[in-house]
């Protein structure tokens, strides 16, 4: 069985750093490409950030240079390091594997960025 256990969520003021976690299992992790999606209230699910099975990366425009994904084959999870978050990162952040074309997710992690 395929699952995705996201962690690490949180309240973090203006400019601060949280990192999430997504343990894996039920699948071969080290040859998907990952995902981090995140919706906000009244938004649409957008991809924040993806990671291939070789270690490449992309990034939405609005996290770039903020954001890090990076992955533990040994671990079977991946990252997502969050830095100088706003308020405008406030989200439910998913984790996201697409396997045999299927779309998996986790069950979320609320991410609060709020003085």
């Known amino acids: 069985q395929v699952q995705l256990v996201e962690s690490g969520g949180g309240l973090v003021q203006p400019g601060g750093s949280l990192t999430l976690s997504c343990a894996t299992s039920?699948?071969?992790?080290?040859?998907?490409?990952m995902g981090w999606y995140r919706q906000a209230p009244g938004k649409q699910r957008e991809l924040v950030a993806a990671?291939?099975?070789?270690?490449?990366?992309n990034y939405a425009d609005s996290v770039q240079g903020r954001f890090s994904i990076s992955r533990d084959n040994a671990k079977n999870t991946v990252y997502l390091q969050m830095n100088s978050l706003t308020p405008e990162d406030t989200a439910v952040y998913y984790c996201?594997?697409?396997?045999?074309?299927?779309?998996?997710w986790g069950q979320g992690t609320q991410v609060t960025v709020s003085s």
């Open positions: 990671i291939t099975s070789g270690g490449r990366t």
């Open positions: 996201n594997a697409r396997i045999s074309l299927q779309d998996i």
């Open positions: 039920g699948f071969t992790f080290s040859i998907y490409k």
